[in-house]
C-alpha cells in the first residue's frame, strides 16, 4: 500500500500541474483577437503545458531522470521569475514542481531498492 501512495503520488500531482499550466492559456480567448490569431495565441501559450507533458512522459517511465528533469525546470523557473521581480508568484509554481521532480526520485529510488530485493531473494 505504502509503495503504492509513493508510485502515485508524483504522477497524479504531475497530471494535476499540467492541467493547472494549461489553465493559463485560456485567457487568450478574452483577449479580443479574431479565430485564428486566437488559436495560434493558444498554441503558443500551450508551448509550456506540452514541455511540462514530455517530462512527465519521460518520469513516467525513468523516475529518476524525470525527477531531475523537473528539479531542473523549477530552478530554471524560478530564476527567470526571480529576475523579473515576480518571486512569490514563481514559488506559486517553482515549489510544486520541484516537489514533484523530489518525489519522482523518491519512488524510482523505492522501485530499485525493491527490485533489487527481489533479485536478491531470487538467488
Known sequence: MKQKIIYWTPRTLSIAMVVF???????????????????AAFIIHLLPTFVLIGI???AWKWEQIG?????????F?????????ELLAGMVLTLP???IGILFIVSGTKSQRNNAKQKKGAN
Request: hydrophobic content about 60%.
Open 56 to 58: 512527465v512522459m519521460i
Open 97 to 99: 514542481i520541484t516537489l
Open 77 to 85: 523557473y524560478m530564476i527567470m521569475t526571480a529576475n523579473s521581480g
Open 21 to 39: 499550466i494549461s489553465l493559463f492559456a485560456l485567457d487568450v480567448f478574452w483577449e479580443g483577437y479574431d479565430f485564428w490569431e486566437s488559436i
Open 67 to 75: 525527477g531531475l528533469l523537473f528539479i531542473t525546470l523549477g530552478v
